[in-house]
């Protein structure tokens, strides 16, 4: 069975202009295992992404966190881009400094 990622951006610490923090993009309930994440910025392919380890729960779904530094500087838009094969088109969720939380 196909089941689609949700997908949740978010940055680790409270945003703080200049000051370095981690943007997390957490990918789980998805099935089968094999997925694709990537991050732009302003639209922009971001090169070094890491990720944790896979892990699945009980119900057989999958989660992953794919995480990248970031130095806010008040305008960027950074997007996290999920390809995986139960949605047609990538998810592209983005999160902006403009409108963080
Ligand atoms: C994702 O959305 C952002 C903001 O709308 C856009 O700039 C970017 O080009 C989109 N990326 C992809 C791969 O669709
Ligand atoms: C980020 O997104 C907001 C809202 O769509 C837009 O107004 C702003 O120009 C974007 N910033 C950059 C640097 O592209």
């Keep these: 069975d196909l089941i689609h990622p949700n997908v949740q951006v978010y940055s680790y610490n409270p945003v703080v202009k200049g000051k370095k923090n981690i943007l997390h993009c957490y990918v ?5 295992p094999e997925i694709k994440i990537t991050f732009q910025k302003n639209g922009v392919l971001i090169e070094k992404v890491e990720t944790t380890e896979l892990t699945f729960r009980l119900d057989w779904t999958f989660e992953l ?16 881009i999920v390809v995986h094969s139960s949605i047609t088109a990538p998810k592209n969720v983005t999160w902006g400094e403009c409108f963080a939380p």
């Design 28 to 32: 789980d309930g998805f099935h089968p």
């Design 65 to 80: 966190l794919a995480y990248i530094p970031i130095v806010p500087d008040g305008k960027s838009n950074y997007s996290c």
